[in-house]
């Protein structure tokens, strides 16, 4: 089984950037789908961003991060990022990161995805 461990979180300005990495171990994460989510307490877990297995040629990502964050694979170093551009005090959540083979299941049905991160704090504020 895979495990998956975030990091990269902080207390960023408005307009700042962040690079969040989640790293896996146990597994090659090669074949698994990735998916980025995010919590603010007290607040349901929102869908951030996903990229398929294997080439990571295809991603999806929420309309309110459209253009500022950027999901990537190193498949080398069993990583995948999240780089996270102009950020707004409306980012500031846990961040978390979760794998399965099956993609359907990152974007569609979490509940289903077993393999989560333990998540990193990420702040916008001036």
């Known amino acids: 089984q895979v495990q998956l461990v975030e990091s990269g979180g902080g207390l960023v300005e408005p307009g700042g950037s962040l690079r969040l990495s989640c790293v896996a171990s146990g597994r090659s994460l090669t074949d698994y789908a990735v998916g980025w989510f995010r919590q603010v307490l007290g607040k349901e877990r929102e869908f951030v961003a996903a990229?398929?297995?294997?080439?990571?040629?295809?991603?999806l990502y929420a309309d309110s991060v459209k253009g500022r964050f950027t999901i990537s694979r190193d498949n080398a170093k069993n990583t995948v990022y999240l780089q996270m551009n102009n950020l707004q005090p409306e980012d500031t959540a846990v961040y978390y990161c979760a794998a399965d083979t099956v993609f359907h299941k990152i974007v569609e049905d979490t509940a289903a995805v077993q393999t989560w991160g333990q998540g990193t704090q990420v702040a916008v504020s001036s």
């Open positions: 990229i398929i297995r294997r080439s990571g040629g295809s991603t």
